[in-house]
């Protein structure tokens, strides 16, 4: 995709807002200027850092996740045994939405950045697992052995051809999940804290009514998710060249 | 160079492909190894570069036991075992990458050898190869060939003794597979090799192998081996002796099925 196809298709989506807008002529849905207006005045401030504060939680659950994830799948891609043993729990526990432990989550870890987090961090956690650990396990016994024959060991084959195999699952879990991470973000900041966009968005637009803010908000989190997005594309083109060649 | 010493092995499943089996290759040696698909020739290679160990008996290579993938032996495969993520420099650096991984340990690596100036050591055979110009790019962008003489850069940068190749032109084609046929022989005689290459093509052993050893329907228990000493020799390919070689070779493997 080029850039101005992304631009074109911003202005496109600004247009048909723009003529809902008009049809609706309430309230609660303003034009995209006034959210624009509204957008760049509370940047720099009170919206500034809810979105820092929403983006740390976002940041901080991607580390987590990979820092967990990585290693745990790539151990049970080499081991049959212990995938046999352990996908069972997998299996069971990879299609429960995560979003309904947000009050078990708050009740355990009370208030503050962590429950946050670990909500994140548990829809990221097993969607990088199981994507590392079937990229691991897929990798062609031939080439395994081939690089075994130049005398590489367990470490040798972690460090030269798991681990580089591993990055694209990586990034591939994180694009797709990181939609779900963002919306579930939102859930999450709406309890138990002041702060976050969650929170933002949500005061604005059914405590104070100021609907041009709270699409701020809206803005604000959208803008968090395609930043995401686009540095993960951006990153997958950097570190894994080879994916792009003809 | 290599010994066999009442070699016995029997997959987990249970089929037994060799049982008991003696064999001997001396050093500078060029062998082909050769019968119908399921015989044990794969197998054969894998337990000689240690990547699959005896039922029972044993295998020296060297003068030592061989317990693990010994770090003199280089191997060469059909599907040529390149890491697809890597370009062809780092692909044909890799087994030196490995070996500054872990230093001369004498296990994964030679205990008189610390690598250095990589570069130097790689890019001599990329130039020899013909793949220098090719350097930055990655497998996906390269033909059948190009990937082989990868492959076999990384192999030689190694600077082995010991060659043991899987079918390693069956996916080429014929062109492609005569040149570097007569590489392999180039090499062989340049570097005073010894090679062993496992093949399902009469006629590829033919060329290739001084000594083929012909396998049957497993069990193996003796090693059939059959003489070819001009093998190697300036146009053999184009001589009558070759034919005659190839059709005799075929004889012995029907009667072999």
Same mark, same amino acid.
């Given at each position: 995709m080029r850039r101005g196809q992304i631009l074109f298709a911003a202005v496109a989506i600004g247009v048909v807002w723009q003529l809902l807008a008009w049809i609706v002529r309430a309230p609660i849905l303003p034009g995209p200027l006034t959210v624009l207006q509204s957008f760049a005045l509370?940047?720099?401030?009170?919206?500034? #850092?809810?979105?820092?504060?929403?983006?740390?939680?976002?940041?901080?659950?991607?580390?987590?996740?990979?820092?967990?994830?990585?290693?745990?799948?790539?151990?049970?891609?080499?081991?049959?045994?212990?995938?046999?043993?352990?996908?069972?729990?997998?299996?069971?526990?990879?299609?429960?939405?995560?979003?309904?432990?947000?009050?078990?989550?708050?009740?355990?870890?009370?208030?503050?950045?962590?429950?946050?987090?670990?909500?994140?961090?548990?829809?990221?956690?097993?969607?990088?697992?199981?994507?590392?650990?079937? /990229?691991?396990?897929?990798?062609?016994?031939?080439?395994?052995?081939?690089?075994?024959?130049?005398?590489?060991?367990?470490?040798?084959?972690?460090?030269?051809?798991?681990?580089?195999?591993?990055?694209?699952?990586?990034?591939?879990?994180?694009? /797709?999940?990181? #939609?779900?991470?963002?919306?579930?973000?939102?859930?999450?900041?709406?309890?138990?804290?002041?702060?976050?966009?969650?929170?933002?968005?949500?005061? /604005?637009g059914s405590t104070l009514f100021n609907y041009p803010k709270m699409y701020a908000g809206v803005l604000a989190m959208s803008l968090l998710g395609l930043g995401i997005y686009f540095t993960i594309d951006g990153l997958e083109r950097r570190i894994t060249p080879w994916q792009f060649v003809s | 160079m290599i010994e066999f010493r009442s070699v016995s092995f029997k997959y987990e499943q249970g089929q037994e492909v060799f049982a008991g089996f003696d064999w001997q290759v001396e050093a500078g040696e060029a062998w082909a190894i050769l019968g119908p698909s399921g015989c044990g020739k794969t197998t054969l290679l894998y337990l000689l570069a240690g990547l699959r160990s005896p039922t029972d008996g044993e295998i020296w290579v060297g003068g030592e036991r061989l317990i693990r993938p010994r770090p003199r032996t280089?191997?060469?495969?059909?599907?040529?075992?390149?890491?697809?993520?890597?370009?062809?420099?780092?692909?044909?650096?890799?087994?030196?990458?490995?070996?500054?991984?872990?230093?001369?340990?004498?296990?994964?690596?030679?205990?008189?050898?610390?690598?250095?100036?990589?570069?130097?050591?790689?890019?001599?055979?990329?130039?020899?190869?013909?793949?220098?110009?090719?350097?930055?790019?990655?497998?996906?962008?390269?033909?059948?060939?190009?990937?082989?003489?990868?492959?076999?850069?990384?192999?030689l940068a190694l600077n082995p003794d010991l060659l043991l190749m899987d079918e390693p032109f069956a996916s080429l084609d014929a062109p492609t597979r005569e040149s570097l046929q007569d590489l392999t022989l180039r090499l062989r005689t340049e570097r005073r090799l010894t090679t062993i290459i496992v093949t399902h093509a009469i006629e590829e052993a033919a060329l290739l192998g001084r000594k083929v050893l012909v396998l049957g329907t497993p069990p193996n228990r003796s090693p059939q081996v059959f003489d070819n000493p001009q093998a190697g020799e300036g146009n053999f390919r184009e001589q009558k002796t070759y034919l005659e070689v190839v059709s005799r070779l075929r004889r012995t493997l029907e009667g072999t099925a």
């Amino acid at each position: 995709m080029r850039r101005g196809q992304i631009l074109f298709a911003a202005v496109a989506i600004g247009v048909v807002w723009q003529l809902l807008a008009w049809i609706v002529r309430a309230p609660i849905l303003p034009g995209p200027l006034t959210v624009l207006q509204s957008f760049a005045l509370e940047i720099g401030g009170e919206l500034g #850092g809810h979105f820092l504060a929403s983006l740390w939680r976002v940041v901080a659950s991607m580390a987590l996740s990979i820092a967990l994830a990585v290693p745990a799948g790539l151990v049970l891609g080499q081991s049959a045994r212990l995938n046999r043993l352990l996908s069972p729990v997998i299996y069971l526990l990879y299609p429960v939405p995560k979003v309904v432990l947000v009050p078990v989550v708050l009740l355990l870890l009370g208030i503050g950045d962590l429950p946050k987090i670990v909500i994140i961090f548990l829809i990221l956690f097993f969607q990088i697992l199981v994507l590392v650990r079937d /990229q691991a396990a897929g990798l062609r016994p031939e080439l395994i052995q081939s690089v075994r024959s130049l005398g590489a060991g367990r470490r040798a084959l972690f460090r030269f051809v798991y681990l580089p195999a591993s990055l694209p699952a990586i990034l591939t879990a994180l694009r /797709q999940s990181v #939609g779900t991470a963002v919306a579930v973000l939102y859930v999450a900041e709406l309890f138990a804290t002041r702060l976050g966009l969650g929170y933002y968005i949500f005061l /604005q637009g059914s405590t104070l009514f100021n609907y041009p803010k709270m699409y701020a908000g809206v803005l604000a989190m959208s803008l968090l998710g395609l930043g995401i997005y686009f540095t993960i594309d951006g990153l997958e083109r950097r570190i894994t060249p080879w994916q792009f060649v003809s | 160079m290599i010994e066999f010493r009442s070699v016995s092995f029997k997959y987990e499943q249970g089929q037994e492909v060799f049982a008991g089996f003696d064999w001997q290759v001396e050093a500078g040696e060029a062998w082909a190894i050769l019968g119908p698909s399921g015989c044990g020739k794969t197998t054969l290679l894998y337990l000689l570069a240690g990547l699959r160990s005896p039922t029972d008996g044993e295998i020296w290579v060297g003068g030592e036991r061989l317990i693990r993938p010994r770090p003199r032996t280089g191997l060469i495969l059909q599907t040529y075992g390149l890491l697809p993520w890597a370009t062809v420099h780092e692909n044909a650096s890799l087994g030196l990458h490995v070996r500054g991984f872990y230093g001369p340990d004498g296990k994964h690596a030679p205990a008189d050898e610390v690598v250095e100036h990589i570069h130097e050591r790689v890019d001599p055979w990329l130039e020899r190869l013909g793949l220098q110009a090719l350097a930055e790019q990655y497998p996906a962008q390269l033909s059948g060939g190009q990937r082989q003489r990868t492959a076999i850069a990384r192999t030689l940068a190694l600077n082995p003794d010991l060659l043991l190749m899987d079918e390693p032109f069956a996916s080429l084609d014929a062109p492609t597979r005569e040149s570097l046929q007569d590489l392999t022989l180039r090499l062989r005689t340049e570097r005073r090799l010894t090679t062993i290459i496992v093949t399902h093509a009469i006629e590829e052993a033919a060329l290739l192998g001084r000594k083929v050893l012909v396998l049957g329907t497993p069990p193996n228990r003796s090693p059939q081996v059959f003489d070819n000493p001009q093998a190697g020799e300036g146009n053999f390919r184009e001589q009558k002796t070759y034919l005659e070689v190839v059709s005799r070779l075929r004889r012995t493997l029907e009667g072999t099925a």
